[in-house]
């Protein structure tokens, strides 16, 4: 296919294709990636220079590739035609995407992406020459089907000047930066024995990473298409697969992928790799299991979990001494838990492998994943509170098998799903794991974290003196049903204020608005069903429909956002400004979503003994609020190997920033300026 291509683009080449802009192949119709030439000052000055970059914006389906495209493809090439006294340096390419098609792995982009290049002017230049740059590339764009070469002849009129760089060219090509790979300063080492290749490199354990890959420049080093393995002990990450043909020792260069479009440029030589202890995957597994088991049984005193279980608990005390059907449903409902957290889990993973920047709590940025699960809480809190019928929480008994076997399994299935909203916590450090440990071990978390929210349902049922212990069934259930509504209603106001933070009053008015329509609607059904009719089929549709047009209705823009008492909005600019000035700065990141972030502020931030510390010191209290997604906020935790909130730095005058610990103290804040 390689050779296929090769053949293409040198045939369309040689045939002269007509001088465009950016042209299709054989010079026919608009090309599938469009190409243009940018830079980031247009007035470099003598004896320095400007950043230039090639923004290439593939159409819908098309990709193109990194400098070593795997199994498949070719990379850009350029032809430069440059005026006396500027040369312009090698073409530095953003970290790739995996692609996967037919058995080939591929290095792709399959969104916008530039490829830039540092651009050098002579000291000897003198101010206000003009400086035409002129590029032929060459690059090559593919669906999953077919291949096309494509060219363009590029151009920037530049003047030699002062330097000066538009903010607007500054946040651009910051943007473009932060998505080349940084360079590690630590050695890698590799060994290849017996068709592995193993490659062992220095990183800190601490050190947040994700969707790790290691995308080699060499051709040769690996088999592409082979499943990496990524193990980490200490201050070490391993990363093993199948070797390639053709490397014969010596240094070789990488790019270690740690995150979304996030990595850095590595050398490794060949050199002593660590064995990973025997058994050490069965340990992760193990380990993964460990955590997720203790998440998912904190999950079970979330209030959008915890009422479900009770209802569970009432259908143990009517079930009676039967111990055979007791236990059978306890599995039943045991097994829809687990397979579906099973199933969310292999969903996002397989979403995140192709590509997607997916996470259970980065889903709660999305103001429409709130008012979807606000109008799902309601309809579950006007359930409790006895307005309809929804059988599936009620036991079952419209899924119901024999024995309520159905019934218990579906109720299991909507405890997976409703738990959603509350996962955040306690899934951010399991995605962490998930994402670096082997698909085995990824899917035992999820496995893991639906044993533990099962779990208290199936000591009831297994041990009979727990059971034993449970109040006889009698009219009190009814009541304590409808009082399992409140936590449900207080979950759906927090989702309501969240989608007012992200939105403002605008989308917090049409959540409100669109609860009370489902209410109506809920309220008709219910009707319906105590007259010994249905309904179920059309309340679902409309409810959809309603869910759509809210949807649709909401504000496109967040709210201007007030910032805490005597803090300071994020601003990177501002940060070099007051560290170059001496002054102390404490900067942290918090979000709305985030139950840690709120914790921290309320005990220890927004405290009068914390405030009156910082007045006295002369302390800048800056804050990134990331309650809606922020590309300046996401770099600057991606600088930091971070990939969420919360985050809490301390700059000390003339030093550098000090990461403080997740769970603050106003000890561990005042502490910072004695």
Known sequence: MRIFQVIMMTLALLAGLPAAQAQGAFGGGPAQIAAQLDSESDSPAPGGGTTIAFAMTPAAGWHGYWENPGDAGLGMTVDWTLPKGVTVGPLRYPVPETLLISGLMNHVYEGPYAVLADLKVAADIAP???????????????????????SGDLALDLVAGDGMVA????????????????????????AIKDGRLRLSVPFPADAQASEVHLFPLVEGLARYAAPQTVTRKDNQMVIETDAGEGVKGGAVQAVLRTGDHVGFLLTARPGAVAQAPSGGQAWAILAALG??????LLLNIMPCVFPI???????????????????????????GVILTCLALGGLLLALRAAGGAVGWAFQLQDPRIILALLLLVTAIAFNLAGLFELRALGGGDGLAGKAGLSGAFWTGALVAFVATPCTGPFMAAA???ALLLPLAAALAIFAGLGLGLALPFLLLAYVPALRQRLPRPGAWMGRFQQILAI??????????????????????TIGLGAALLLALLLWWLGARQHGGKGGGLVAA????????????????SAPARQESVGAVAFDVAKLDGLRAANKPVFLYFTADWCLTCKANEAAAIDRAETRAAFDRAGVTVMVGDWTSADPAITRFLESQGRSGVPLYLWYAPGKEARTLPQLLTPATLTGLVR
């Open 541 to 556: 549709i409309a409810a959809l429909a309603l869910l759509a047009g809210a949807g649709a209705a909401l504000p496109a």
């Open 167 to 190: 903010a607007a060219a500054r946040a651009r090509f910051d943007g473009w930066r932060m998505h080349l790979p940084r360079p590690l300063g630590s050695q890698a080492t590799y």
């Open 431 to 433: 995605m962490g794991a």
């Open 128 to 150: 206000g020459t003009r400086l035409p740059v002129r590029a032929k590339a060459q690059w090559l764009a593919c669906t999953d089907k077919v291949c096309v070469p494509e």
């Open 291 to 296: 955590g997720a088991l203790l998440g998912g």
């Open 309 to 335: 279980l009770g209802l569970k608990a009432m259908k143990l005390a009517k079930a009676g001494g039967d111990e055979r059907v007791v236990r059978r449903e306890a599995l039943a409902y045991a097994a």
């Open 487 to 508: 936590p449900m209603f207080l979950t759906a106001l927090g989702l309501a204020w969240l989608l007012g933070q992200q939105r403002g009053v605008p989308g917090m």
